[in-house]
C-alpha cells in the first residue's frame, strides 16, 4: 500500500510538471475578443455530440477542416485581401471605403422592427440582410466593438421573430436565413452563446422550409439561402442534417433554378430579377466553391446561365436606362452579378456597364437593388479586371430567338446603332405573358436616341401594392384574370403593344396570354421597300393544339397575322412597321410609351416630343407607307381619316408619363399596313 502511495504522488507530480510547462495556446489573427463560452475554450469547434462525416454529393471531410469563417471569405481570404486589393487596388479600397461609412450609420439608427407592408416584411428583411452583412464585415476588418454589439443586437432582434412571412412571401424568409447565416459564421467566435444558439435554432427552422424545385427566380434565391445556411451550422450536432440540406438544395437548384434563363440566356422576369437571383447564385456557386474546390456542378447546369452575362450587357441603353421589361427599374444601378461573371470567364466585357456606374461613384453608395449583398464584392470580383474593362461590346447587338419552338419562354432583340456617334438604341421584347412574374407585353420596346430615352416601359411600378390588391390571384396569368386589372401597368393597356378591341365591347380587351411573340432576327433588307439592315420581325404565335395552324399569328379573335418589323436608319431613326388581317370589326391602337421627362403634345397629324435639351422628335405615322386593302391610307386629315394621333397622360404614382399613339377603327376583311418612326418633324 505504501508502494502504491509513492506511485500515485509520483505521476501526480509527473503530470503537474507537463502541464505546468504547456505552452501558451496562440491567439489567431484578428481582433481580439473575449470567449463568449468558457465551458468551450475553441469557439472554431462548437461543442455537443459528436458526429462522423456524412456522405453525399460533397466531400463533407473538407466542411469538417473549414472552422469559421467558412462562407464567402475565410480568414485566409480575408488576410490576403488586406495586404494586396484593400491596400492597392482603388476599386476595392472604393468598395471597403463605402461597406465601412455605411457600418457607422447603422450604429445611429434605430432598432429593427417586424412590421408588414403590404403583406411583406421585405423592407425590414432586406434592412436587416445589410444592416447584419456590413456589420460583420466591418467588425472582421477593423475590430471594432460596436459592430459586434450592433450585429449581435440585430441577429437576437431577428431570431426572436417566429414568423418570417413565409405563408406572405417566401423571399422573406430567404433574406432572413442570408443574413442571420453570414452573421452567424462571420462573428461566430465572438458571438454570445446565447446568440449562437438562437441563430443556429432559427437557420434549422426556417432554411430547410426553403427547398424548392420551383422554376423561376425564388429557386435560385431560396435555395442559395438554404445552401449558405447549410453550410454556416455544418457543426457536431447538426452535421447529417445540415448535409442533407445543402445536398437537397442544390440538387432542387439545379432542377429549375436555371429556367427562367430560357436557352440563350434572356431572363425572362426581367433584369433586376436576374441581378436578384444570380446574385444569389453567385454567392452559393462561390461559398461552395471555396469550401469543396467545386459547386457541385452548378455553373455547368445551363449553358443560358452563363450567356446571361453577355445578355446583360445589351440591357443597358445608350441613355444609361435599363430595357425594364418585367419587374425592372428604369435607371441602370450596380449589378454584382457582372463581377462574377468577369471573374468566372476571366474576362472583362462583362463589367463595361459596372465601368460606368463606379465611374459615377454615388451610384454604388447610394441605394441599388443588391446593395445589401455588396460585402460580398470581394468573394465575387477579380480586383485586376477594373483596370481592363473594354470601352464598349464588341457586337453592337444580342439576339435571342424561340428556339424554334412557340412555347420557348422568352425571345428577344437588343441593338446598338452601329454609326459612330449616332448613338442610338433600341430593344425587343418577344416570349409569353404566363410566365413568373411576366406582364403582357409581347412585342414591347424601348428606343434610345442620341443617348435619350424616348420610348420606355413602365417596369415594376409598385409591385408589392399591386401584390395586395391582386392576393392569391397576383400570379394567375389568365387572360381574364385579376393580375391585369389590379395592376393596370401590368397589362398590355399599359405597353408599347398594338391594342385591338371589337366593336361593341364594353370594357378594354386584354392580350390573349397564351400567345407567344417569335422573333425572327434576319439582318437583311425590309421586306417593306426600305432599304437598311439590322431589321427585326415580331409576329404573335398562338398556341393551338392544330399542328398546321401552330403559327398562325393572332393577338385575339379580331385579327390574324399580326406582325411588326423594327429598322435603324443610318443616322438612328427607328422604324416599326406593323401589318395585320381584320377578322372582325375592330378598334386598333398603335400606342408607345414615353417617359417623364419629355414634353408631350398631340399635334393632330402626328405627336411632338420636346427632350430636356429642347430639341424635338416626331411619333409619326408615315403616310406613304400606310396602305389599306393595298391602297394608301388616309391618316389624319379632313378626309375621310381612317386613323388619328393621341396622347393619355398617366395619372397618380404613373403622372408625368404618357401613353400615346395612333388609333382606328377597321372593318372585316380589312389589311392594314403601317409604318411609325421617329423623325424631327
Same mark, same amino acid.
Given at each position: 500500500?505504501?508502494?502504491?502511495?509513492?506511485?500515485?504522488?509520483?505521476?501526480?507530480?509527473?503530470?503537474?510538471?507537463?502541464?505546468?510547462?504547456?505552452?501558451?495556446?496562440?491567439?489567431?489573427?484578428?481582433?481580439?475578443?473575449?470567449?463568449?463560452?468558457?465551458? !468551450?475554450?475553441?469557439?472554431?469547434?462548437?461543442?455537443?455530440?459528436?458526429?462522423?462525416?456524412?456522405?453525399?454529393?460533397?466531400?463533407?471531410?473538407?466542411?469538417?477542416?473549414?472552422?469559421?469563417?467558412?462562407?464567402?471569405?475565410?480568414?485566409?481570404?480575408?488576410?490576403?485581401?488586406?495586404?494586396?486589393?484593400?491596400?492597392?487596388?482603388?476599386?476595392?479600397?472604393?468598395?471597403?471605403?463605402?461597406?465601412?461609412?455605411?457600418?457607422?450609420?447603422?450604429?445611429?439608427?434605430?432598432?429593427?422592427?417586424?412590421?408588414?407592408?403590404?403583406? #411583406?416584411?421585405?423592407?425590414? /428583411?432586406?434592412?436587416?440582410?445589410?444592416?447584419?452583412?456590413?456589420?460583420?464585415?466591418?467588425?472582421?476588418?477593423?475590430?471594432?466593438?460596436?459592430?459586434?454589439?450592433?450585429?449581435?443586437?440585430?441577429?437576437?432582434?431577428?431570431?426572436?421573430?417566429?414568423?418570417? !412571412?413565409?405563408?406572405?412571401?417566401?423571399?422573406?424568409?430567404?433574406?432572413?436565413?442570408?443574413?442571420?447565416?453570414?452573421?452567424?459564421?462571420?462573428?461566430?467566435?465572438?458571438?454570445?452563446?446565447?446568440?449562437?444558439?438562437?441563430?443556429?435554432?432559427?437557420?434549422?427552422?426556417?432554411?430547410?422550409?426553403?427547398?424548392?424545385?420551383?422554376?423561376?427566380?425564388?429557386?435560385?434565391?431560396?435555395?442559395? /439561402?438554404?445552401?449558405?445556411?447549410?453550410?454556416?451550422?455544418?457543426?457536431?450536432?447538426?452535421?447529417?442534417?445540415?448535409?442533407?440540406?445543402?445536398?437537397?438544395?442544390?440538387?432542387?437548384?439545379?432542377?429549375?433554378?436555371?429556367?427562367?434563363?430560357?436557352?440563350?440566356?434572356?431572363?425572362?422576369?426581367?433584369?433586376?430579377?436576374?441581378?436578384?437571383?444570380?446574385?444569389?447564385?453567385?454567392?452559393?456557386?462561390?461559398?461552395?466553391?471555396?469550401?469543396?474546390?467545386?459547386?457541385?456542378?452548378?455553373?455547368?447546369?445551363?449553358?443560358?446561365?452563363?450567356?446571361?452575362?453577355?445578355?446583360?450587357?445589351?440591357?443597358?441603353?445608350?441613355?444609361?436606362?435599363?430595357?425594364?421589361?418585367?419587374?425592372?427599374?428604369?435607371?441602370?444601378?450596380?449589378?454584382?452579378?457582372?463581377?462574377?461573371?468577369?471573374?468566372?470567364?476571366?474576362?472583362?466585357?462583362?463589367?463595361?456597364?459596372?465601368?460606368?456606374?463606379?465611374?459615377?461613384?454615388?451610384?454604388?453608395?447610394?441605394?441599388?437593388?443588391?446593395?445589401?449583398?455588396?460585402?460580398?464584392?470581394?468573394?465575387?470580383?477579380?480586383?485586376?479586371?477594373?483596370?481592363?474593362?473594354?470601352?464598349?461590346?464588341?457586337?453592337?447587338?444580342?439576339?435571342?430567338?424561340?428556339?424554334?419552338?412557340?412555347?420557348?419562354?422568352?425571345?428577344?432583340?437588343?441593338?446598338?446603332?452601329?454609326?459612330?456617334?449616332?448613338?442610338?438604341?433600341?430593344?425587343?421584347?418577344?416570349?409569353?405573358?404566363?410566365?413568373?412574374?411576366?406582364?403582357?407585353?409581347?412585342?414591347?420596346?424601348?428606343?434610345?436616341?442620341?443617348?435619350?430615352?424616348?420610348?420606355?416601359?413602365?417596369?415594376?411600378?409598385?409591385?408589392?401594392?399591386?401584390?395586395?390588391?391582386?392576393?392569391?390571384?397576383?400570379?394567375?396569368?389568365?387572360?381574364?384574370?385579376?393580375?391585369?386589372?389590379?395592376?393596370?401597368?401590368?397589362?398590355?393597356?399599359?405597353?408599347?403593344?398594338?391594342?385591338?378591341?371589337?366593336?361593341?365591347?364594353?370594357?378594354?380587351?386584354?392580350?390573349?396570354?397564351?400567345?407567344?411573340?417569335?422573333?425572327?432576327?434576319?439582318?437583311?433588307?425590309?421586306?417593306?421597300?426600305?432599304?437598311?439592315?439590322?431589321?427585326?420581325?415580331?409576329?404573335?404565335?398562338?398556341?393551338?393544339?392544330? !399542328?398546321?395552324?401552330?403559327?398562325?399569328?393572332?393577338?385575339?379573335?379580331?385579327?390574324?397575322?399580326?406582325?411588326?418589323?423594327?429598322?435603324?436608319?443610318?443616322?438612328?431613326?427607328?422604324?416599326?412597321?406593323?401589318?395585320?388581317?381584320?377578322?372582325?370589326?375592330?378598334?386598333?391602337?398603335?400606342?408607345?410609351?414615353?417617359?417623364?421627362?419629355?414634353?408631350?403634345?398631340?399635334?393632330?397629324?402626328?405627336?411632338?416630343?420636346?427632350?430636356?435639351?429642347?430639341?424635338? #422628335?416626331?411619333?409619326?405615322?408615315?403616310?406613304?407607307?400606310?396602305?389599306?386593302?393595298?391602297?394608301?391610307?388616309?391618316? !389624319?386629315?379632313?378626309?375621310?381619316?381612317?386613323?388619328?394621333?393621341?396622347?393619355?397622360?398617366?395619372?397618380?404614382?404613373?403622372?408625368?408619363?404618357?401613353?400615346?399613339?395612333?388609333?382606328?377603327?377597321?372593318?372585316?376583311?380589312?389589311?392594314?399596313?403601317?409604318?411609325?418612326?421617329?423623325?424631327?418633324?
Amino acid at each position: 500500500m505504501k508502494n502504491l502511495k509513492i506511485y500515485a504522488l509520483a505521476m501526480l507530480a509527473a503530470f503537474t510538471m507537463f502541464a505546468c510547462n504547456e505552452p501558451e495556446p496562440v491567439e489567431p489573427e484578428g481582433p481580439e475578443v473575449e470567449n463568449p463560452n468558457p465551458e !468551450n475554450p475553441n469557439p472554431d469547434t462548437p461543442s455537443g455530440p459528436q458526429e462522423g462525416t456524412p456522405t453525399g454529393a460533397f466531400d463533407y471531410a473538407k466542411l469538417d477542416a473549414a472552422a469559421h469563417p467558412r462562407l464567402l471569405i475565410n480568414d485566409a481570404a480575408l488576410a490576403s485581401l488586406k495586404s494586396g486589393a484593400l491596400s492597392s487596388n482603388a476599386v476595392a479600397k472604393f468598395f471597403n471605403t463605402t461597406i465601412s461609412t455605411r457600418c457607422d450609420e447603422i450604429l445611429t439608427e434605430g432598432d429593427l422592427a417586424n412590421e408588414l407592408v403590404n403583406k #411583406r416584411l421585405t423592407t425590414v /428583411a432586406e434592412k436587416a440582410f445589410e444592416r447584419i452583412f456590413f456589420l460583420s464585415y466591418g467588425y472582421r476588418t477593423t475590430g471594432k466593438a460596436e459592430y459586434l454589439a450592433q450585429a449581435e443586437k440585430d441577429i437576437l432582434a431577428v431570431c426572436g421573430w417566429t414568423d418570417w !412571412n413565409k405563408e406572405n412571401y417566401v423571399i422573406d424568409v430567404a433574406e432572413l436565413t442570408t443574413a442571420v447565416a453570414l452573421g452567424y459564421d462571420w462573428l461566430y467566435a465572438s458571438l454570445g452563446e446565447g446568440t449562437r444558439e438562437a441563430a443556429l435554432n432559427a437557420l434549422k427552422t426556417h432554411a430547410k422550409t426553403l427547398v424548392t424545385e420551383a422554376e423561376n427566380s425564388n429557386n435560385a434565391i431560396c435555395n442559395a /439561402a438554404a445552401g449558405l445556411a447549410a453550410m454556416a451550422i455544418y457543426d457536431n450536432g447538426t452535421k447529417v442534417e445540415a448535409a442533407k440540406l445543402l445536398d437537397d438544395a442544390v440538387a432542387a437548384n439545379k432542377k429549375g433554378g436555371f429556367a427562367p434563363y430560357g436557352h440563350a440566356g434572356a431572363y425572362l422576369e426581367g433584369y433586376d430579377l436576374w441581378a436578384h437571383a444570380t446574385t444569389y447564385e453567385a454567392m452559393l456557386i462561390t461559398a461552395l466553391e471555396a469550401i469543396f474546390g467545386n459547386d457541385g456542378g452548378l455553373y455547368a447546369t445551363s449553358e443560358a446561365f452563363v450567356k446571361s452575362g453577355e445578355w446583360a450587357l445589351f440591357m443597358v441603353g445608350t441613355s444609361n436606362n435599363v430595357f425594364n421589361y418585367g419587374n425592372a427599374q428604369e435607371k441602370a444601378e450596380p449589378k454584382l452579378a457582372n463581377w462574377f461573371f468577369a471573374r468566372k470567364e476571366k474576362d472583362a466585357k462583362y463589367l463595361h456597364v459596372e465601368k460606368a456606374l463606379y465611374n459615377n461613384a454615388v451610384s454604388y453608395k447610394e441605394r441599388f437593388s443588391e446593395y445589401r449583398m455588396l460585402p460580398a464584392i470581394f468573394a465575387l470580383m477579380d480586383p485586376s479586371q477594373a483596370t481592363k474593362i473594354p470601352t464598349a461590346p464588341a457586337l453592337h447587338y444580342w439576339y435571342c430567338d424561340n428556339n424554334g419552338e412557340v412555347n420557348d419562354g422568352m425571345a428577344m432583340v437588343a441593338v446598338f446603332s452601329t454609326k459612330e456617334g449616332v448613338n442610338s438604341y433600341y430593344a425587343v421584347k418577344g416570349g409569353k405573358s404566363n410566365g413568373y412574374n411576366a406582364h403582357q407585353d409581347n412585342g414591347s420596346f424601348v428606343y434610345d436616341y442620341k443617348g435619350v430615352r424616348l420610348v420606355t416601359d413602365l417596369g415594376a411600378v409598385s409591385e408589392a401594392a399591386y401584390a395586395e390588391v391582386a392576393g392569391s390571384d397576383y400570379h394567375n396569368y389568365a387572360a381574364n384574370s385579376p393580375r391585369w386589372s389590379a395592376a393596370w401597368a401590368y397589362s398590355n393597356l399599359a405597353h408599347s403593344v398594338s391594342n385591338f378591341q371589337e366593336v361593341g365591347a364594353t370594357t378594354p380587351v386584354t392580350a390573349d396570354t397564351d400567345g407567344i411573340t417569335l422573333l425572327n432576327t434576319t439582318w437583311q433588307d425590309s421586306p417593306w421597300g426600305e432599304n437598311g439592315k439590322n431589321y427585326t420581325r415580331w409576329e404573335l404565335g398562338s398556341v393551338n393544339s392544330n !399542328n398546321a395552324d401552330m403559327y398562325v399569328s393572332r393577338i385575339d379573335d379580331t385579327t390574324r397575322g399580326v406582325e411588326r418589323d423594327f429598322q435603324f436608319s443610318a443616322d438612328g431613326i427607328l422604324s416599326v412597321w406593323e401589318k395585320f388581317d381584320v377578322l372582325k370589326d375592330c378598334t386598333y391602337r398603335w400606342q408607345c410609351v414615353i417617359p417623364k421627362e419629355i414634353v408631350v403634345q398631340n399635334m393632330n397629324t402626328n405627336v411632338k416630343l420636346t427632350l430636356p435639351d429642347g430639341t424635338s #422628335r416626331r411619333v409619326k405615322l408615315t403616310t406613304k407607307n400606310c396602305y389599306l386593302n393595298g391602297d394608301q391610307m388616309v391618316v !389624319n386629315t379632313n378626309t375621310d381619316p381612317k386613323m388619328w394621333a393621341f396622347v393619355e397622360p398617366l395619372t397618380g404614382e404613373l403622372e408625368g408619363y404618357h401613353v400615346v399613339g395612333f388609333y382606328g377603327n377597321f372593318e372585316a376583311g380589312d389589311e392594314v399596313k403601317l409604318h411609325v418612326s421617329f423623325p424631327e418633324k
